[in-house]
């Protein structure tokens, strides 16, 4: 997902600079899609639909390991381009927070029902009225896009709490390693 607004969302030539594509390479949606042709760019109806959204997830299937860059302004939750449309059965949604965020919190608004489910690419959570929200998937992380099936349709919001306060940090393990092996070459 993208929790930062830009122009570079319009579409996939201008998003996908920061990348070294392949041909046959794909970015999807739940209903649209772009493929890479070296001779033509990224081609397809994305671009065509208004670009990438916000509040909405994708999948990008490369040929080679990349990283993508995308800079941009943070999206507040109550926008109209952070709001989710869900209707009944999976919806591909997106996650406009810049910090990690416990399922129940970030869910908040959204009216779950018993059977409700979430996934992300690597976990699940379950709704259950009794007992709410339960699974592997604990926390709501930037960038990850999350899958939520649905058994009634609804539109919800991320609470504004998921964009105030302390942004995600990644951890950068050679400065972990050099605060607790410092080099001081002048000692040598």
Do not use: C
Not at 22 to 30: A, E, L, P, V
Not at 50 to 74: P, W
């Amino acid at each position: 997902s993208f929790p930062l607004k830009s122009n570079k969302l319009l579409t996939s030539n201008s998003l996908m600079t920061s990348i070294t594509p392949s041909n046959g390479d794909i970015s999807t949606g739940i209903t649209d899609y772009d493929q890479y042709d070296s001779g033509m760019g990224w081609i397809g109806n994305i671009s065509q639909n208004g670009g990438y959204k916000n509040n909405q997830s994708y999948k990008i299937k490369k040929a080679i390991a990349d990283t993508l860059i995308h800079i941009g302004a943070r999206l507040n939750p109550d926008s109209a381009q952070a709001q989710i449309n869900v209707v009944p059965g999976w919806n591909w949604i997106g996650y406009v927070s810049n910090k990690n965020v416990g399922v129940a919190e970030a869910l908040g608004n959204y009216n779950a029902q018993t059977g409700d489910l979430i996934k992300s690419q690597y976990e699940f959570a379950y709704y259950d009225n009794l007992i709410g929200w339960t699974g592997s998937l604990t926390h709501m992380k930037p960038t990850l896009g999350y899958m939520l099936k649905s058994t009634g349709t609804s539109t919800f919001s991320y609470p504004l709490s998921t964009f105030i306060g302390k942004m995600a940090q990644t951890t950068d393990v050679n400065q972990v390693a050099q605060n607790i092996f410092p080099f001081t070459p002048e000692q040598y």
